[in-house]
């Protein structure tokens, strides 16, 4: 199953809970990504991170950008 019907599974039915962001972390493996760097802080896996953020498109109004869903996952495991 490709990323954008796991997550379009998701949106339909899942959307609103407080564990949304978990679940798009465990979509690309983000989660494992981000706790292996704050554990080395080795900034290889920064690249990492963002290469696989850009995987995660979305249209709106006609211009490419990152799923604002996987932006707002990664901004609220910092957070945590």
Do not use: W
Request: charge should be negative; charged fraction near 25%; proline fraction near 1%.
């Amino acid at each position: 199953m490709s990323i954008e019907s796991q997550m379009q599974n998701m949106k339909d039915g899942n959307e609103g809970t407080t564990q949304d962001h978990h679940v798009y972390l465990t979509l690309m493996n983000l989660r494992e990504d981000l706790e292996e760097y704050f554990r080395t802080k080795n900034p290889r896996l920064i690249q990492v991170i963002c290469e696989k953020m850009m995987q995660s498109e979305e249209i709106i109004n006609g211009r490419r950008k990152i799923n604002s869903n996987i932006i707002n996952a990664v901004a609220l495991y910092i957070g945590d």
